[in-house]
């Protein structure tokens, strides 16, 4: 049975319309027009227990009000959702025990408090046992290395030191499933390594689902077999990283430093990326062009200095795919 | 599915935020000072209002020194703002998180208000013990400390409900500080803490009563020095918890109206 399911979610936020400058904002005190802006659109997925999943897509395509509709703090404007058989917006409560969130941009810890006193708060709201909550603690407080601050103040925290534990807490009571938004933002490297190891490790020795939104792809990258990209409310890709990677990583880039100015630089069967000083970057479909023969192809017109081959990143797949749209095959299903 | 409910985590959230509110101990040793400075001038300014103009029968100088020592003393109570997290997690969008957690959340945020109610609440014992050095404070009967002590909790609510009322409106507006200022004039001038209310005029008078702020300081206050006898003691609390049932049923829609625009907006 699968842990999360939508049918054609959709969710419509009314606005007031306001024309602008000082008679708009007046006029809006006696006269209100409404518009609608859908910010989800008739999503449909499925996630099966264990899964990680990257939900990502540009700022504004719907992905926070989507987790919010998953979280039950929001209530769709129609369609269905289900989070571990419950309806989250019916049954709230009962829902927020089976979830664990952390927010990159907002502390679920007690500002005010030392971090063991949230921890203990958040045992007594999730009736924690106290073996387990012990055994968590020790586990969570080596994985992240907690111990150093747990009697500081969270307001006190560095930003690391403070995810570190969000971290913690949003695991505490065992939730079936997390969702993690933007959970690396603003950290360092190392701090981000240990994020990432943090949450593999969870996924793979307690099986819990974890949905990461992010726009740092690094982290989908690591921890995401699955992808699901939304933009504009409406989901347009949804299936295997390695799929895309495939499918849309077929241009790669010839990076070539060439050793005097020509005037002009044309090689048949590449495009001209761009052209800086004497570096060209010459985009090339590797389905129809072998490396090799691309090299050959240069040399024999140009002197070149030297040369590179740039593979696809996910990123300018992803990029690629916000312009022109998911025009792939097929829409692959999670096995 | 119908969860149980455990009153557990409530009292959890009442003593953090008794940990809290003493970690802020900066404020707690001025809080005591400015009360005792004030304690002080109210003497002195009553002493010499009385000195110099006839004095009203049901409020001798002893009484009205009484009075001014034990409003300043359930000020301490009665001027927390016990609600102000609602709109501080309001302000700061974290309200989202608090509804991501298995937990009600108006009961979260009376709990919090409990825990720092009781805190400042300890606090009477050494304001009183160092209020007592510069005044001399009657002591009423045990019946009137009875019915003093059923009204002050009534006022409690009634102050709860007005501050939980101002604390929602930022559901809406998100700023708040120009009208809570103004409410906190309109219960310093009118609430009858600073001047009894039975020194306005007849007219006047009229109105002050009839308002929620004279049901917070000035009925315990009257019952406390005697003004208000044993026989209009059900008349005054019956009124106080009118106004707790109205402030109540005002709150409990206000919070209805915001929670759904949180659900249906996103906050």
């Not at chain 1, 994020?195 to 793979?204: L, T």
């Not at chain 2, 026989?231 to 206000?254: H, K, N, P």
């Amino acid at each position: 049975m699968p842990i999360i399911e939508t049918v054609d979610l959709r969710k419509v936020f009314r606005s007031i319309k306001r024309e602008p400058g000082l008679r708009g904002a007046l006029g809006a005190l006696f006269t209100r027009e409404y518009e609608e802006k859908a910010a989800v659109e008739g999503v449909s997925f499925s996630l099966e227990p264990g899964e990680v999943v990257g939900y990502i897509g540009p700022n504004g395509a719907g992905k926070s009000t989507t987790i919010k509709m998953l979280t039950g703090i929001l209530v769709p404007t129609s369609g269905t959702v289900r989070v571990a058989g419950l309806v989250p917006y019916e049954q709230r409560e009962a829902n927020a025990e089976n979830i664990g969130v952390v927010f990159g941009q907002r502390s679920q810890l007690y500002w005010d408090l030392p971090l063991r006193e949230s921890f203990e708060l958040l045992r007594s709201i999730y009736d924690i046992s106290r073996d387990r909550y012990r055994e968590n603690l020790a586990e969570f407080s080596r994985l992240l290395d907690l111990e150093r601050f747990m009697g500081t103040p969270v307001r006190q925290l560095s930003l690391g030191e403070r995810m570190r534990g969000d971290f913690a807490a949003a695991m505490l009571h065992d939730p079936k499933l997390v969702f993690l938004d933007e959970p690396t933002i603003g950290l360092d490297v190392i701090a981000k390594e240990s994020i990432r190891e943090f949450v593999a490790r969870v996924n793979r020795e307690r099986g819990t689902t974890v949905i990461l939104t992010t726009h740092d792809l690094a982290d989908v990258e690591r921890l995401c077999p699955r992808i699901i990209l939304i933009d504009e409310g409406k989901v347009i890709y949804d299936g295997a990283l390695e799929r895309l990677r495939e499918e849309y990583g077929t241009h790669r880039t010839l990076v070539v430093t060439l050793f005097e100015s020509y005037p002009e630089f044309a090689v048949d069967g590449a495009v001209v990326e761009s052209r800086e000083a004497n570096v060209v970057r010459l985009r090339f479909d590797r389905r129809k062009l072998s490396a090799e023969t691309l090299v050959r192809r240069v040399l024999d017109r140009y002197a070149i200095s030297d040369i590179a081959i740039v593979e696809p990143d996910i990123e300018s797949i992803v990029r690629r795919l916000y312009l022109e749209g998911y025009g792939g095959t097929a829409r692959v299903e999670p096995p | 599915m119908r969860r149980r409910f455990r009153l557990e985590p409530y009292v959890e959230f009442a003593k953090r935020a008794i940990a809290r509110e003493a970690t802020y101990r900066f404020n707690v040793f001025t809080g005591l000072g400015s009360l005792v400075v004030r304690v002080y001038l109210l003497r002195t300014v009553w002493t010499a209002l009385y000195a110099h103009n006839a004095a009203p029968r049901e409020l001798p100088l002893h009484a009205i020194v009484t009075y001014s020592t034990v409003a300043l003393l359930m000020g301490l109570v009665l001027d927390i703002d016990q609600t102000r997290a609602l709109y501080d997690r309001l302000h700061d969008g974290s309200i989202a998180t608090d509804f991501m957690k298995p937990i009600n959340v108006p009961l979260y945020f009376f709990a919090d208000g409990t825990g720092e109610v009781l805190f400042h609440g300890a606090l009477l014992v050494p304001a009183l013990g160092f209020a007592l050095l510069l005044v001399h404070v009657d002591v009423p009967s045990l019946g009137v400390l009875a019915a003093f002590a059923v009204s002050f909790l009534l006022g409690y609510f009634v102050g709860f409900f007005l501050n939980f009322i101002l604390n929602c409106s930022a559901f809406w507006t998100l700023e708040i500080s120009a009208v809570q200022m103004i409410v906190t004039w309109l219960t310093d001038l009118l609430g009858g803490q600073l001047v009894p209310l039975v020194f306005f005029p007849a007219a006047l008078a009229g109105v002050v009563y009839a308002l929620p702020f004279a049901a917070m300081f000035s009925t315990p206050l009257l019952i406390y020095v005697g003004v208000i006898g044993p026989e209009r003691y059900f008349d005054v609390m019956a009124s106080q918890l009118a106004w707790i049932v109205v402030l109540g049923t005002v709150s409990t829609l206000l919070w209805r109206a915001g929670a759904r625009r949180v659900v249906v907006q996103g906050g």
